[in-house]
């Protein structure tokens, strides 16, 4: 079993900015990719970033792209979101996930662990 707890979610106003944190609880975090997903209401789950194992550029949804920031620290066993520029559009649950050794696609990755999530709330 892998734990997953997201924190750092809130109450935001369009054009501020929100940083996410996710902590971990394998020993072996390294070996896992690490990715951040959001749900809004009536809406279907929505990939955003993920940060692999092996690999070392990090990965983003084109919703996204430019304005967040996917990153890790396998020290502390954590990743991070940092949300710039934010929109209303951008409000949503926000869930951390993780996957061992994934090695597949981004664009249909189902993974297997993760957080219970965070609700971010852009007003305008």
């Known amino acids: 079993q892998v734990h997953l707890e997201e924190s750092g979610g809130g109450l935001v106003q369009a054009g501020g900015s929100l940083r996410l944190s996710c902590a971990a609880s394998p020993r072996t975090f390294s070996t896992y990719v690490m990715g951040w997903f959001r749900q809004a209401p009536g809406k279907e789950r929505e990939f955003l970033a993920a940060t692999g194992w092996s690999s070392g550029s990090p990965s983003y949804a084109d919703s996204v792209k430019g304005r967040f920031t996917i990153s890790r620290d396998n020290a502390k066993k954590t990743v991070y979101l940092q949300m710039n520029s934010l929109k209303p559009e951008d409000t949503a649950v926000y869930y951390c996930?993780?996957?061992?050794?994934?090695?597949?696609?981004?664009?249909?990755?189902?993974?297997?662990?993760w957080g219970q999530g965070t609700q971010v709330t852009v007003s305008s």
């Open positions: 996930a993780a996957e061992q050794f994934y090695s597949g696609s981004y664009y249909d990755w189902h993974p297997n662990y």
